[in-house]
């Protein structure tokens, strides 16, 4: 990747400095500013977006050491993210967040992604994995991941990007920004059509958002957010099993399922910067989201419909007289924190709280017929579940950065309660419950040069379970703790000389009492249980190279980018028995978790012939990993278990810029088309095949 336009290490001082205008909370900031983080992290810049012309969010995040990004529907719309060895199943391990407000609509009652905005709203995107994650919350353990949504310009802007490619893919994405009434504004607007990676997979998805910029005074900034996003997707939540398969990977029996969503979000943020070091930061955001998915089947082993469906009689009566379920979700956040900071050249501190309330309305409506949208009146039909689930939390945090020479050490605290409520509509059940954690850490930096740094750094890890998951459905509270671990790292990170730029660490995850599925093979939805000791241990490399930056090359310029990560545990420690069905007996101990691959990484080529032509290449792949606690190799029948052998994809991207006002370009995602299973949790799921994309973007 073309490192001429990005700030190296060596720019910090200048880079730290940007973003002074508006008012914002820094996750990481520019990549410059990771010298100053105690603990790994990583910047996905615009060059790298615009440079790969990245499809999806799970494309993108391949690019950072730690991060495994899984593929679902072929849009990156459900994303499923894990980082060093976590499951990745609906990214409930991480925390995402957006411009540093929560992106997810649940993060302490139900924190699983049904719905995310397209990669193209975003203009950059931050990781950050160590000791520093305690500015942040509630999900501590893996990792956080902020999308950065582009400045409004200061002058009337207008770009637009047209593409169009296999698998009927079609997309324009149009942002038009300036000054309007005493603001600066941005609006976005993106749509995209795809047939997906399966047959009967048509996603439909429009994504709006506006951003409004104001300085209020010469010491005072506001910055108003709203988004609308709607999806309207032929999308089935079952997988395939090993016969359906072997029989067309790409097949989806269940034509009439149906996945639409609504969703709005809004969030405003002031900051004050008076006089002096000190400066305060407030923002308010809500979130409302709404999601029918209505489907025949809800994993592999459930053919075609319920067992209870006596009309149904088998796949054959799929189109006639088999019924669908309705799983009907509604979410209503709002929240509210403060950030009060205060800097000087020796010491830096951070002091937060925040409040933060969820509702979730959820529903199962049982159907008579395939495209029933109402509940049936058969034995399958009805009411199946009404419940009202609430969650919420008051969080407050203190951290520091206090520097000694070339050293700095940087404590912090974080501390998170929550109170849960569950309702059952259906027999007038309610429960309730709360628990209350301290999260602790401590990371230094050690400055070898002033572009060259040690770190280090110890956390706590705390990810809470979700509301389901501690109150029964009959109102009873279940002794589940929240997810708990000792996080540790050491690195080293910066310039080893001009033009190369390496981050090199290892890292140590010691979990008490990890959270995994009840039944891992089961699929989604099962009750989770305390899995007890895991050990999580590896090694990350990232490194960045440019012959222009080293002086070898002086107007054209080859690039590397190179992100490897080496899981060498992921593993059940102590006495711990299966949790799959039929083997409760059986001792897993020593085992290797699912879905945490030993080896992923990726590694990109790029060539840039002035400023009108870049090509690039790039490899991104994964090795085997298991998708059950017994670490089984043969497939099972219903798809749902055996291991996931290893996959390679090859993707290759040309941009040509005949002026500075227009990019023509092409590329193609999964060059060799190769097939390759990405997941079994609920059935087979299939990769993307051989996607070819050619576009152009235009800009005034």
């Not at 999806?231 to 034509?255: C, H, I, K, M, W």
Request: glycine residues 10%; negative net charge.
């Amino acid at each position: 990747m073309a490192l001429a336009t990005t700030p190296s290490f060596a720019n910090a001082a200048e880079a730290a400095e940007e973003g002074a205008r508006e008012a914002e909370i820094i996750v990481v900031g520019q990549r410059a500013n990771l010298l100053r983080i105690p603990g790994s992290g990583a910047t996905i810049e615009a060059e790298d977006l615009r440079k790969a012309r990245v499809f999806t969010v799970n494309e993108a995040l391949r690019q950072a050491t730690g991060v495994v990004a899984r593929d679902e529907e072929g849009l990156g719309l459900r994303p499923n993210i894990g980082v060093r060895g976590l499951s990745p199943t609906r990214s409930s391990k991480v925390l995402l967040l957006e411009d540093g407000l929560p992106l997810t609509y649940a993060p302490y009652g139900d924190n699983a992604t049904y719905s995310h905005p397209s990669v193209r709203r975003f203009e950059r995107i931050e990781i950050l994995k160590g000791a520093g994650q305690v500015r942040f919350g509630p999900n501590t353990v893996g990792g956080v991941v902020n999308y950065i949504t582009p400045r409004a310009p200061d002058e009337l802007e207008a770009r637009a990007t047209l593409a169009a490619g296999s698998r009927g893919y079609q997309e324009a994405d149009l942002s038009l920004g300036g000054p309007v009434l005493g603001f600066r504004a941005l609006a976005h607007f993106n749509a995209t059509r795809f047939d997906g990676v399966r047959d009967n997979h048509a996603l439909a998805f429009d994504d709006a958002y506006l951003k409004l910029e104001r300085d209020l005074t010469a010491t005072q900034a506001m910055v108003v957010r709203l988004g609308l996003a709607r999806e309207d997707s032929q999308v089935s939540y079952s997988g395939l099993t090993l016969a359906e398969f072997r029989a067309n990977p790409r097949a989806n029996p269940f034509r009439n399922d149906r996945f639409e969503t609504e969703r709005f979000t809004a969030s405003a943020t002031h900051s004050w910067t008076p006089e002096g070091p000190w400066r305060l930061t407030t923002s308010a955001y809500t979130l409302w989201f709404d999601r029918d998915w209505w489907r025949q089947s809800s994993n592999s082993a459930q053919r075609p419909a319920d067992a209870s469906d006596p009309a149904c009689g088998g796949m054959a009566n799929l189109e006639t007289t088999c019924g669908n379920e309705g799983r009907l979700r509604e979410y209503n956040v709002y929240g509210a924190e403060s950030r009060l900071a205060y800097r000087t050249p020796r010491v830096e501190a951070e002091a937060g709280v925040r409040w933060h309330t969820e509702r979730q309305n959820r529903l199962q409506v049982n159907g008579d017929t395939p495209t029933a949208r109402t509940p049936g009146v058969g034995v399958n039909g009805g009411l199946r579940e009404a419940n009202l689930r609430y969650a919420d939390a008051l969080a407050a945090h203190a951290t520091a950065r206090v520097t000694f020479g070339r050293l700095a050490l940087s404590p912090g605290l974080r501390i998170e309660h929550v109170a849960y409520e569950r309702r059952n509509l259906l027999n007038g059940a309610r429960g309730e419950t709360d628990l209350t954690e301290t999260i602790p850490s401590l990371g230094l930096t050690y400055d070898l040069r002033d572009d060259l740094v040690i770190y280090a750094g110890a956390h706590r890890g705390f990810a809470p379970p979700r509301v389901e998951d501690v109150v029964t459905n009959a109102g009873g509270a279940v002794d589940l703790k929240a997810e708990e671990s000792v996080n540790l790292e050491l690195g080293l990170r910066g310039a080893v000389r001009p033009g190369i730029d390496v981050d090199v660490g290892v890292f140590h995850m010691a979990f008490d009492n990890q959270i995994v599925p009840a039944s891992i093979a089961g699929g989604l939805g099962a009750a989770l249980t305390s899995a007890g000791e895991t050990r999580h241990a590896g090694l990350e490399a990232s490194g960045r190279a440019s012959l222009k930056d080293m002086g070898v090359l002086s107007t054209d310029d080859v690039t590397l980018r190179a992100a490897v990560t080496w899981l060498a545990e992921a593993s059940y420690e102590g006495r711990r028995l299966s949790s799959v069905p039929g083997f409760s007996t059986v001792s897993v101990s020593g085992n290797r978790l699912p879905y945490a691959p030993e080896v992923t990484g990726s590694i990109a080529i790029g060539y840039d012939r002035g400023t009108w032509l870049g090509l690039l290449a790039e490899l991104q792949w994964t090795s085997d990993q298991y998708t059950d606690d017994l670490n089984t190799a043969a497939p099972s029948a219903d798809g749902q278990r055996g291991r996931i052998d290893a996959a390679t994809t090859l993707n290759l991207t040309a941009n040509l810029s005949p002026n500075d006002r227009t990019t023509f370009y092409v590329t193609v995602k999964n060059a060799t088309d190769d097939l390759a299973i990405v997941d079994r949790a609920r059935g087979i799921l299939p990769n993307a095949p051989r996607l070819v994309q050619a576009g152009v973007s235009l800009r005034y």
